[in-house]
């Protein structure tokens, strides 16, 4: 079984330029996750989807990040404008109902570096 | 969900058992304990969960205390490869919350 898949693993991009981030969760997974990872901490929840509708994005910053996961697999993060404390490792997991809620498989995740 | 409390670092010798405390003093009735480890550079991997009785899997075993205030995560026979930071999270209804965990340095 293929896992989640992220791509690109490192992107490095100066401040109030975009960037999008994207990801293929594991087949017939309905709950997709971003995850913010800054350097020496545990990672943190942006927003959770459950097919193609949003269940949580509490602490996703709306006034400069956004994502979207149309047709309910696939799903894009995008920042726009990046700022410096954007700096981080976004993850995207992804988990499948049939299973325990929060038995969350992970990809490798997107380093980005904000100069 | 309930706070943990983990030690900021380990060391375990290969070959040996590794064991991995948690404090979870708060956890009420209806919160599991779960187990997840990240190896640099990787995204974090499930490792196994409780409620209240003990669990075993592939990859280790989890013994929760009777009044379910703590826990420790048991790697039988540790690896280099089990070189990582091990987060134990509590977490009953609500989202996964990930810690700072503990590191853990498996050594020759």
């Known amino acids: 079984e293929a896992g989640v898949a992220q791509s690109p693993r490192y992107k490095i991009i100066e401040k109030r330029q975009s960037v999008a981030f994207w990801c293929n969760p594991i087949s017939g997974h309905a709950t997709l996750y971003w995850y913010q990872q800054i350097l020496g901490q545990g990672p943190k929840l942006l927003i959770q989807f459950q097919n193609n509708g949003v269940v949580d994005d509490s602490q996703l910053p709306k006034d400069r990040f956004s994502a979207e996961r149309l047709k309910g697999v696939d799903s894009t993060l995008k920042i726009q404008p990046a700022k410096l404390e954007d700096s981080a490792v976004y993850l995207c997991?992804?988990?499948?109902?049939?299973?325990?809620?929060?038995?969350?498989?992970f990809g490798a995740g997107t380093r980005l570096s904000v100069l | 969900d309930a706070k943990t409390t983990q030690p900021t670092s380990m060391d375990c010798a290969e070959g040996r058992a590794a064991n991995l405390p948690c404090n979870h003093s708060t956890i009420s009735g209806n919160e599991y304990v779960y187990w997840y480890r990240q190896i640099h550079s990787q995204g974090p991997q499930y490792i196994i969960h409780g409620l209240k009785n003990n669990e075993t899997n592939e990859m280790a075993s989890l013994i929760i205390t009777e009044d379910r205030k703590s826990s420790t995560l048991i790697l039988p026979h540790a690896t280099l490869r089990d070189t990582a930071v091990y987060y134990c999270i509590v977490i009953g209804w609500g989202k996964l919350q990930f810690g700072a965990g503990t590191q853990v340095v498996v050594t020759p």
């Open positions: 997991a992804s988990s499948s109902y049939r299973a325990a809620k929060n038995i969350q498989y």
